[in-house]
């Protein structure tokens, strides 16, 4: 695995400068059980991510990560390094999404994005469509969350 670098800072960034098979590595965020049990307390409280006595009891064996807490984890990391905040148009989907490893207080996370497809559009050659793999990682190398992702990205220059 090659890992590629952006010439352009995340603003100046358009179609044309991402590369297909580029593998972009980014982060790192540490996360806190205070804020696992936070954010869970608000959207997922179920026992494993909020109450420690009866996470203890659980297959878990402790505090994890709601996957959803996860996901707003990895989505800060791509706006912040990986989206274009000029040419990022949005997305429309995910095809996968896995969370194999929990996530738990005191991990430091960071994220890789690997291009698999690129394509200007033929509906609307303002825009390409890139599919990517994204992969957040624990301290350890491992992966914690995976998902295959469509984004639509604003092309510098327009062929028809």
């Keep these: 695995m090659t890992l590629a670098t952006f010439?352009?800072?995340?603003?100046?960034?358009f179609f044309e400068d991402?590369?297909?098979?580029?593998v972009y590595e980014f982060g790192s965020v540490t996360i806190s059980e205070a804020e696992i049990i936070d954010f869970a307390t608000r959207f997922d409280p179920q026992p494993f991510h909020i109450n420690p006595k009866r996470a203890k009891q659980t297959i878990y064996g402790g505090i994890i990560a709601?996957?959803?807490?996860?996901?707003?984890?990895?989505?800060?990391?791509?706006?912040?390094?990986?989206?274009?905040s000029t040419a990022g148009m949005g997305s429309p989907g995910v095809d996968r999404l896995r969370w194999p490893i929990p996530v738990r207080g005191g991990d430091e996370l960071s994220i890789r994005v690997t291009i698999l497809e690129m394509r200007q559009s033929k509906s609307k050659p303002d825009r390409g469509i890139m599919k990517n793999l994204t992969e957040l990682l624990n301290q350890?190398?491992?992966?914690?969350?995976?998902?295959?992702?469509?984004?639509?990205?604003?092309?510098?220059?327009?062929?028809?």
């Design 140 to 160: 350890n190398g491992e992966v914690v969350m995976e998902m295959q992702g469509v984004s639509f990205i604003a092309c510098r220059e327009t062929t028809n």
């Design 66 to 84: 709601s996957g959803w807490h996860t996901c707003s984890i990895m989505m800060r990391l791509l706006a912040d390094n990986f989206i274009s």
């Design 18 to 22: 991402y590369e297909l098979g580029g």
């Design 7 to 13: 010439s352009k800072a995340t603003h100046e960034r």
